[in-house]
């Protein structure tokens, strides 16, 4: 059995694709999600009977033969022939597996009465019987109790009942009463071996085999097959493998089947998800931004903010942002986040993202809120007061060299330094001059920096209330909406680069 129909691997596939249902569960076309659902349902069931290891037990009364059966199928020497209680209460098992111990664990059966035929020595013919697990039951017509009950414990496990019956007490009638007849119904799974053929003459044999029939079909179990071997002789015992090997033929083919399945059911599940649902929702949050900020006119705003010199309140109680605003920006990120997504994921999106309403509350709030250094800035106060300064400094100096100059202060070289005084004071005007210059220079660049600040804070803003209101309660179900296509690419055996 290779890897793809391994028991294990199967079964993780199953938990792949329930994990898939789960995630898609009231967002996928309840069509995929019933049919996909179905085949879950099927291939687990199947899973659950068993597909690794078929398993074959051998029962019939004390002395039919079958742990020289058990030893003539396996061809090895294992099991205890001719010896009875205590030995006969334990079950022997035989097991063309190297992985059946976790099986014969829960069966019950012993460490030490469990052989494994899979060996390097085997030869081609007992690979036809890949996957057998055949155990040589406690005799059920013991007087002991507890054979009773490992008997019953694994009869309805068994893929296969071998009924071991011999010549001599065919007819008994506890295998009538006690076992047939409640397995009236799964005759499919039921082989009547008749053993010791070779103590009837072979005149008689047929005979025997229809009355065995006969018997059988007076029970009610009229399609049962009957199989005339020999333990000591061999006689049949190849036939025996044969119907073994089909049995293990057909419980593979039930592994690929239920591969199939679950191939068929994560196809139909993955190919309902688009591949191009976005993974990352960033991309969406820089448009709806803009949106908005378009929205609450950001851009007058700002010019607000840059030409009062309050904390910016006078830019942010701008008008309110109308909801029909935020239900575009609503509308235009559905659109694009859920651009690829089916019907039932766009429902989904359209439910758990914040109503319109609420954005815009949230987005008066968040740009009402912006608020600026007031006054002018520093560069403007610096350039103005360098102006004050240097135009008193100026008047100073005009005044007292214009005394000089008309001799109203008198001092010696009176001229010559009221000429100097008025040059100096013609300087320290011009000096004004480049100060208001500066200042006028500033303030345009104050204004800017302002607007521009309160934008940039604005859009922060902004951007806060996009994340926690449309980008927050979309991104699990775009996780749920990948990690769905993961999972039933997983159950379906592909890559999710693939389909
Ligand atoms: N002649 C003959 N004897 C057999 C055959 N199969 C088993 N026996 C003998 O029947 C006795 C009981 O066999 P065993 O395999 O222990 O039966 P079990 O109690 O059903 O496990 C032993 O003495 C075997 O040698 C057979 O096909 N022909
Ligand atoms: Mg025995």
Redesign the pocket.
């Known amino acids: 059995m290779g890897a793809r129909t391994d028991a294990a691997d199967l079964r993780g596939r199953v938990k792949d694709l329930r994990g898939a249902l789960d995630l898609i569960a009231d967002r996928s076309d309840p069509e995929v999600l019933a049919t996909a659902g179905a085949a879950l349902e099927s291939a687990s069931e199947r899973l659950d009977l068993g597909v690794e290891h078929t398993v074959v037990a051998l029962v019939?009364?004390?002395?039919?033969?079958?742990?020289?059966?058990?030893n003539a199928v396996s061809r090895l020497n294992f099991?205890?022939?001719?010896?009875?209680r205590p030995t006969?209460s334990r079950m022997t098992a035989c097991a063309w597996s190297d992985h059946a111990d976790a099986l014969l664990d829960w069966v019950g059966v012993d460490a030490d009465r469990r052989i494994n035929r899979i060996s390097a020595l085997d030869d081609e013919s007992e690979r036809a019987l890949d996957g057998l697990v055949l155990l040589?039951l406690p005799?059920h017509d013991s007087v002991r109790t507890e054979n009773r009950e490992v008997v019953d414990r694994v009869v309805p496990m068994a893929d296969l009942l071998v009924w071991?019956v011999?010549p001599q007490k065919y007819a008994d009638d506890a295998l009538h009463s006690g076992y047939l007849q409640t397995l009236v119904g799964a005759e499919g799974s039921m082989l009547v071996v008749l053993?010791?053929?070779?103590?009837v003459p072979p005149t008689q044999r047929d005979e025997i085999l229809a009355d065995v029939s006969s018997l059988l079909t007076y029970d009610g179990l009229g399609v049962v097959d009957v199989l005339g071997?020999?333990?000591?002789?061999g006689d049949g015992v190849d036939e025996l493998r044969t119907r073994l090997a089909k049995v293990v033929a057909a419980r593979s083919v039930a592994s690929v089947r239920v591969s199939s399945e679950l191939t068929r059911a994560g196809t139909l599940v993955a190919d309902a998800l688009s591949s191009e649902a976005p993974r990352s929702l960033d991309g969406f949050v820089a448009p709806a931004v803009d949106a908005l900020a378009v929205g609450v006119g950001l851009e007058a705003r700002g010019r607000t903010a840059a030409l009062t010199l309050d904390d910016g309140s006078a830019a942010a109680a701008g008008v309110a942002v109308t909801p029909e605003v935020t239900a575009r920006v609503r509308t235009s990120w559905l659109d694009g986040v859920g651009r690829h997504l089916s019907a039932g994921w766009r429902e989904n999106l359209e439910r758990v993202v914040t109503p319109a309403e609420e954005i815009a509350v949230a987005v008066d709030r968040a740009v009402g809120d912006v608020r600026l250094e007031a006054g002018p800035g520093r560069a403007v106060r610096r350039a103005r007061a360098s102006a004050v300064v240097l135009g008193i400094l100026a008047v100073i100096a005009a005044g007292a060299g214009l005394a000089l100059l008309l001799g109203w202060w008198d001092l010696p070289d009176g001229v010559g330094t009221g000429t100097y005084l008025l040059v100096g004071a013609g300087v320290l005007a011009l000096g004004v001059v480049v100060a208001l210059l500066v200042r006028g220079r500033a303030r345009r660049q104050h204004a800017a920096e302002r607007e521009s600040r309160f934008v940039s804070v604005a859009r922060e803003r902004l951007t806060e209330v996009v994340g926690e209101l449309l980008l927050q309660p979309s991104s699990p179900v775009l996780r749920d909406h990948h990690d769905a296509r993961v999972l039933a690419l997983a159950a379906a055996e592909q890559s999710p680069t693939g389909s």
Do not use: I, M
């Open positions: 019939g009364g004390t002395g039919s033969g079958k742990s020289s059966l058990f099991a205890d022939v001719g010896v009875k006969t040589d005799d071991v011999d053993n010791q053929l070779d103590t071997v020999s333990a000591v002789t």
